[in-house]
């Protein structure tokens, strides 16, 4: 007897269930339910619609139904929404929207991936005007674009920094609207550490995008929002971005378990509670590789290897489940930020013991077009170096350095692993010491104790506690811009002017991004020195850390000018 297998939901984590069942089976009956008037549409591109990058709204749907039914023998119904679950007898009901029609249909196997809802606290008055938007499907994107467009929306306020809400304030830019970005916490980008997110910070402020800090929305009014400080910005367009919430109502009416997160309990399998149910997607909870811990992750690619797992299941293929990791790339107008594993925050919570390293390479060979600095941060576990997380943010391929590090999480890799990694080379694409190189090496050293460094989040305070800091950039370098207490002493006078350094207190190298600096540190340490110590990241660090918070706050700078090249 042939199968028959339910889908309910129709985007990343259901087209691809029934897509890989379908390859594993020609004979199965497939049926897939969409809410919606589309199924596998390009979720990540939605954004790109607002500024024209993605003209026309039908660009986004990569297959209709009707190219299900053809390509795939699969019977996509959109605008149906599954509403109860009956295990019993192994049937749902579905409701027709356009007609308000309500049918059963049995399964053998069904797969629950009916996504994430956008989170709309209720709590927050005028969440439900007619200017207030949330994105999650074609419909959502078509109708706030249309909205902008016949009102002549000229301000528009995105509350949530993530990365929906990033991309959404890019490309209204792009399209020439005056746009404020709200966020509750202190920083965007949360997946980022507070260090690496004001490089990002920085870029979306340069390019006109009002940043708003630590202030969440409490108002939405017809032609502006209101935050909790009671500071007013002008928008005739709001745009909600502020997370997502598992969609398991029918999960829960049906009695399957829910996790500890809020998403649906699957198995290594991805089975719910019932033998005959799946889950994958935004709405399942899932397991951190490495906090060890169960956790929620609203991202496509995870999904995908969700859905093949599940349909391979189905068919008695077995499958390996390594947990996530957690690996994400965006952009920001000129920058690219790629991240994996966990940050700072995570590991604390997590309660894992760990160190870092914060590189500053260039991204290509200098003498190539278009070299930039490419900001690289390492986490790893004391004492063993194992690799827990990895953070780059710059003008080049990001991503390329992030997947390399993601793959070693993945294998257990040690910093020591990967310092021999060979990696592709030209100059056009990268350094003969490539960022993965480069960052390993220094964990190696720092882990076998051959120097010290503090980050660059630290500065400020040893600045204003009158720290003996040397610059030992060159004179024309420290000229054009400096801590505003440092001593300049040159690399190429350090073994002259020796002993112009004491010896009784801690003394603080820095150059422009740590590599000249971490040599005069080695240098003076070979002279007797122990007491000196290498700022990581050094002034081209500072510059990117300190200024977002520079411009916005009334703060006194700790440099006489910064320096972003």
């Given amino acids: 007897m042939n199968k028959k297998i339910l889908i309910v939901g129709g985007v990343a984590g259901g087209a691809g269930t029934a897509a890989r069942a379908r390859r594993l089976d020609e004979s199965a009956e497939i049926i897939m339910f969409e809410r919606g008037s589309h199924v596998s549409f390009s979720n990540c591109s939605l954004p790109y619609h607002l500024s024209g990058i993605v003209k ?21 119904r959109v605008k ?95 399209n020439d609207k005056q746009v404020a970005l709200v966020e509750a916490m202190d920083q965007v980008m949360q997946p980022f550490d507070f260090d690496m ?22 108002e939405v009014k017809a032609d502006q929002v209101v935050l909790k400080s009671g500071k007013k910005i002008k928008a005739e367009a709001v745009v909600l971005a502020i997370g997502v919430s598992p969609e398991t109502e029918l999960a829960e009416a049906a009695g ?10 699957v198995n290594h399998n991805y089975v719910t509670s019932d033998p005959d149910i799946y889950a994958v997607g935004d709405v399942i909870e899932v397991y951190s590789k490495i906090a060890r811990s169960k956790t929620r992750l609203p991202l ?37 930020a790629a991240a994996t594993g966990l940050n700072e ?3 604390k919570e997590a309660d894992i013991a760990y160190d870092f390293v914060y590189i500053i390479p260039t991204d290509k060979v200098g003498l190539m077009p278009d070299a930039n600095p490419l900001h690289f941060k390492l986490i790893y576990e004391v004492p063993t170096g194992k690799i827990l997380g990895a953070q780059a943010v710059g003008k080049g391929n990001v991503d390329k350095r992030i997947d390399v590090m993601a793959t070693a999480i993945l294998m257990d890799a040690t910093v020591e692993d990967l310092t021999e990694s060979e990696l592709a080379y030209a100059p056009l694409f990268s350094t003969p010491r490539n960022a993965v190189n480069q960052s390993t090496l220094v964990a190696t ?20 506690n009158d720290a003996l800091i040397i610059d030992v950039r060159e004179k024309d370098e420290y000229q054009a811009g400096h801590l505003i207490n440092a001593v300049n002493i040159p690399l190429s006078e350090l073994r002259e002017r020796a002993d112009e350094i004491p010896h009784d207190k801690p003394v603080y190298l820095h150059c422009r991004s740590g590599q000249r600096s971490y040599n005069a540190v080695l240098a003076l340490q070979g002279r007797g020195f122990d007491n000196v110590i290498n700022i990581s990241g050094s002034f081209l660090g500072i510059s990117f850390y300190e200024y977002f918070l520079d411009q916005t706050t009334d703060r006194n700078k700790i440099v006489t000018e910064y320096n972003f090249n």
């Avoid at 026309?56 to 996509?76: G, H, R, T, W």
């Avoid at 599954?82 to 929207?97: C, D, F, G, M, Y």
């Avoid at 399957?256 to 309990?265: A, Q, R, V």
């Fill in 197 to 218: 997110a004001q490089i990002i910070q920085k870029e979306l402020h340069d390019n006109g995008v009002n940043v708003v800090l630590s202030d969440p929305l409490t």
């Fill in 256 to 265: 399957l378990k829910i996790g500890e997160t809020g998403g649906i309990e």
């Fill in 56 to 76: 026309d709204c039908d660009d986004l749907v990569l297959m209709c139904p009707s190219k299900f039914a053809e390509q795939y023998n699969i019977d996509a």
């Fill in 300 to 336: 496509a690619g995870p999904a995908q290897r969700q859905a093949r797992a599940a349909a391979n299941h189905i068919y008695n293929i077995p499958n390996k489940n390594n947990g996530v990791i957690g690996t994400s790339v965006i952009r920001a107008f000129n920058y690219n």
């Fill in 445 to 464: 050293n720092l882990i076998n104790n051959r120097y010290r460094q503090v980050p660059v989040t630290k500065v400020r305070e040893l600045v204003e």
């Fill in 80 to 174: 149906s929404e599954v509403v109860k679950i009956n295990r019993e007898e192994k049937t749902i009901e579905v409701k027709k929207l356009d007609t308000g029609e309500i049918y059963t249909e049995a399964y053998d196997k069904l797969v629950l991936s009916p996504g994430a809802n956008p989170i709309k606290p209720q709590s927050i008055k005028g969440v439900n005007n007619e200017n207030v938007f949330t994105i999650r499907n074609v419909d959502d994107i078509d109708k706030l674009n249309k909205y902008v467009k016949n009102n002549n929306v000229e301000n528009v306020a995105v509350i949530g920094a993530g990365y929906i809400g990033v991309e959404i304030a890019e490309n209204f830019v792009h």
């Fill in 345 to 347: 925050k995570q590991l």
